[in-house]
């Protein structure tokens, strides 16, 4: 088994490099999305298809186990360090500004990608997951369409030189607060009434626990904070879990509950770098090898194509009405409706959860896989040239 995980991941860390660096493919598809591609040619429906027992010999049950459960502890730490990194100092300083972007920037394309959910059941019900009600389906597609991913937004800024400027520091705020709305929403959609009190007795401990925490953190020197901080990832993923809530939701608690001030912020740049780098391309592996084409390859590419006009449509919209609202200059609702409609992680995290919990199926989520890569390569492309041309209408 041991020869065959190391093949396994000489495939998947070798293959997406060797596109990426020899197709020059960064412009319209970063190293992620070039990723997250292979992962789906990898998976059952593809490389499985043509080759069944290559398929089966690299990704034999062995080998997905193991490597679903490195895929599982990288991004748990990656949605922790999302969580960390919120900043509801400065969202509450600029919260008439913040809280009528980020509702508007959420809600149109949450009622989009409903709309668009309510029309794939209309059609064929088996878009739904085994243990879903209509409402969860919807609520979760929905919310699948509105996710901004803040984590590989902070990635594209820094590469668009506008990360630590104004216009880059607005778009965090926004794509913060939209990130909280994102886990409450995924809260409400796994919430199960036959655990309602392990759900109860999971958010009373987690307050009383917190608590304690802090209290803990403020008063140890930084070495120790950063070891006890992924014991306590560790048990609030597992509370959650046992809760009923999925262990992603602890995760994403454990970091928003943290100060990013007790930490050194670059060196949680260069953990979220190293662990792009070193894990989560085993998580994209794993996410290409649960993809499924069963109701036919051009059903769920109209599928994707309806989401992705729900997304980016909605999106877009959402910040240009609050642009109207808030009276920003001519250019500035593109590019942050550009910007905030990138997917990518989050929105696969999302999906996965929805598909662990059976609230999608198996093709609706891979034409959620699809929509999420379309979105994060239309990022870049259509926003570079926008700064530019709102950097020249600037005077001086």
């Known amino acids: 088994m041991t020869e065959t995980l190391l093949i396994a991941m000489i ?10 660096r020899l ?3 960064d412009y319209y598809a970063p190293l992620v999305v070039v990723q997250i591609l292979t992962g789906i040619v990898l998976g059952p429906g593809i490389l499985g298809a043509a080759f069944p027992e290559v398929y089966q010999r690299v990704f034999n049950p062995e080998v997905s186990l193991a490597l679903s459960g490195i895929a599982a502890w990288a991004v748990m730490v990656f949605v922790w360090i999302a969580g960390i990194e919120l900043d509801l100092h400065e969202a509450w300083a600029k919260r008439r500004d913040s809280a009528t972007t980020a509702s508007l920037a959420m809600g149109v394309p949450l009622l989009f990608g409903a709309l668009a959910a309510g029309l794939m059941l209309a059609h064929d019900r088996s878009w739904m997951g085994a243990s879903a009600t ?5 609520a979760g597609v929905g919310m699948a369409c509105a996710v901004t991913a803040l984590p590989i937004l902070i990635l594209f800024m820094e ?3 506008i990360l630590r400027q104004p216009l880059g520091q607005r778009v965090l705020r926004y794509a913060s607060l939209d990130d909280i709305a994102i886990w409450a929403v995924l809260a409400l959609v796994l919430l199960d009434f036959d655990r309602l009190g392990r759900q109860a007795v999971f958010l009373l401990g987690f307050a009383a626990t917190t608590v304690a925490m802090r209290w803990t953190f403020v008063r140890l020197p930084e070495s120790d904070r950063w070891y006890l901080a992924l014991i306590w990832l560790a048990a609030c993923g597992l509370a959650a879990d046992w809760a009923g809530l999925h262990y992603m939701v602890g995760a994403f608690l454990a970091g928003v509950v943290m100060d990013g001030r007790w930490f050194n912020r670059e060196r949680m740049d260069l953990l979220r770098h190293h662990l792009l780098l070193v894990a989560m391309p085993v998580f994209f592996l794993s996410t290409g090898l649960r993809t499924q084409w069963a109701m036919g390859g051009w059903m769920v590419f109209a599928a994707a194509a309806l989401l992705l006009l729900a997304s980016v449509g909605g999106k877009l919209l959402g910040t240009h009405l ?4 808030l009276g920003w200059a001519k250019g500035e609702a593109g590019i942050i409706g550009w910007l905030l409609q990138t997917k990518a992680l989050i929105m696969i995290i999302f999906a996965n959860i929805l598909l662990d919990r059976a609230v999608i199926s198996s093709t609706t989520f891979t034409a959620l896989l699809l929509m999420a890569v379309a979105s994060t390569m239309l990022s870049v492309p259509m926003v570079a040239p926008r700064l530019r041309a709102l950097a020249q209408s600037r005077p001086g």
């Open 159 to 161: 590469k668009l030189d």
């Open 23 to 25: 197709g020059r493919t």
């Open 134 to 138: 209509s409402w969860q389906f919807i």
């Open 11 to 20: 495939v998947i860390l070798g293959a997406p490099y060797a596109i990426w």
């Open 322 to 325: 609050a642009g109207r609202v």
